[in-house]
């Protein structure tokens, strides 16, 4: 089977400025997120997996330059009308794959979320895995348990008045049908689903999803988001054995250690790579 990884970051950001280009205990936010993708690799060296950046952003093409763990990975240019705060994000994973795809087939694309650093090696398994399990799935997508229901205890305004987000006769939260929030963090694609013209929100094609622990529910777009992550992260490591060992080997993409056996800086090709575990 043949993967791509697409990581997306544009230059700037109105929620928290070149949120993109932070650092999470001392290491790049890129880090953590290419460090899920070596994982998986080290996990499945039965795989060809390749893996691009789409960036306009000449700040974090430093930052993927300045490692030299994951050696070869694509640089595909941000287009301008990909470039602005209403571009749908399902627009420029499209794009990065019809790059990518004149050079090899793939089987699946997994896009995996700057900002939503923190993920497992069998959070990106299971999402895998479902998209595989019936191919009427257009996508799968992350969640986490929904600590409020828009049929029981969340409210938008109304005229003058809040009323519930959808009507509903429930009195009580357990009645609601079960409900989940996006994390943000794994979005599993069909490549036959990229192909098309995307005309609609990504939630109106056929969907499935994968649970993760709902403490994994955090992604940054606010000064605030990233001081939660921040000190939530000690308790992130101490408790739950994959974020330790993500962290543990995000940290190594900001030394100088010769850990692999073929160093070639960060290309310009989709080229796979195998590699030895950290």
């Known amino acids: 089977m043949r993967i791509l990884f697409t990581i997306c970051g544009r230059a700037g950001s109105k929620g928290l400025r070149n949120k993109n280009l932070r650092k999470m205990k001392g290491v790049p936010l890129f880090y953590y997120t290419l460090a899920s993708i070596r ?24 930052i993927v330059r300045g490692q030299r763990m994951v050696p070869d990975i694509k640089i595909i240019d941000r287009k301008p009308e990909l470039a602005n705060d209403t571009a749908a994000k399902v627009g420029v994973i499209r794009d990065t794959y019809l790059q990518c795809e004149k050079e090899a087939p793939y089987d699946v694309v997994v896009d995996l979320d700057i900002t939503s650093p923190l993920r ?5 398994e299971a999402a895998v895995e479902k998209l595989k399990s019936d191919d009427r799935i257009d996508l799968v997508f992350s969640v986490v348990d929904s600590r ?10 109304d005229g003058d008045y809040y009323r519930k987000v959808c009507p509903s ?7 609601a049908p079960k409900v989940y929030e996006l994390n943000a963090s794994i979005y599993a694609y069909r490549p036959r ?17 994968v649970k993760m622990p709902d403490y994994l ?26 974020i330790r060992r993500l962290t543990e080997n995000a940290g190594y993409f ?12 960060a290309g310009e090709g989709c080229h796979s790579r195998r590699r030895s575990a950290l």
């Open 193 to 209: 689903f990229l192909n098309q013209v995307i005309e609609k929100t990504i939630l109106d094609y056929n969907c499935q999803i």
């Open 39 to 62: 994982m998986y690799m080290d996990a499945h060296p039965e795989m060809d997996i390749d893996i691009a950046l789409n960036t306009d952003s000449r700040e974090l093409v430093d």
């Open 254 to 265: 900001s030394e100088k250690g010769d850990l692999w056996d073929d160093r070639d800086g």
């Open 169 to 175: 006769g429930f009195t009580a939260r357990q009645q």
């Open 217 to 242: 529910v955090l992604d940054i777009d606010s000064e605030e988001d990233f001081q939660r992550m921040s000190y939530l992260m000690d308790w992130f490591i101490k408790e739950d054995p994959g």
């Open 148 to 157: 409020r229901s828009p049929y029981f205890n969340m409210v938008k305004q």
């Open 120 to 124: 497992r090696t069998e959070d990106i």
